[in-house]
């Protein structure tokens, strides 16, 4: 079992920054690959960007691709994601993942992150 808990979220204005946590406790080990996804108002949960446990293959939604940016310390057992430029469009909570042995996903419980023009 693998347990993710998210921190950082919070309000910013637009063109303001926020960075996001990841910790995860548990069976770490099993853990070969680690995401961001996030849940507009109204919308399903989307995909925002994914890492190996060991930082390489960086991966970014296209539409977020130079202003977030994903990271692992799989040492600390925890993974971050770093946002800038933040859009009024980027309020969502945002939701660590992990995924396992066999495929399976493990899930934080979420952050709201709210940007007010």
């Known amino acids: 079992q693998v347990q993710l808990v998210e921190s950082g979220g919070g309000s910013v204005q637009a063109g303001g920054s926020l960075r996001l946590s990841c910790a995860a406790s548990?069976?770490?080990?099993?853990?070969?690959?680690l995401g961001w996804f996030r849940q507009l108002p109204g919308k399903e949960r989307d995909f925002v960007a994914r890492i190996t446990r060991g930082g390489g293959n960086p991966t970014v939604a296209d539409s977020l691709k130079g202003r977030f940016t994903i990271s692992a310390d799989m040492t600390n057992r925890m993974w971050y994601l770093q946002m800038n430029s933040l859009k009024p469009v980027d309020t969502a909570v945002y939701y660590c993942?992990?995924?396992?042995?066999?495929?399976?996903?493990?899930w934080g419980q979420g952050t709201q992150v709210t940007v007010s023009s």
């Open positions: 548990g069976r770490t080990f099993e853990i070969y690959s």
């Open positions: 993942e992990a995924t396992g042995g066999g495929g399976v996903s493990y």
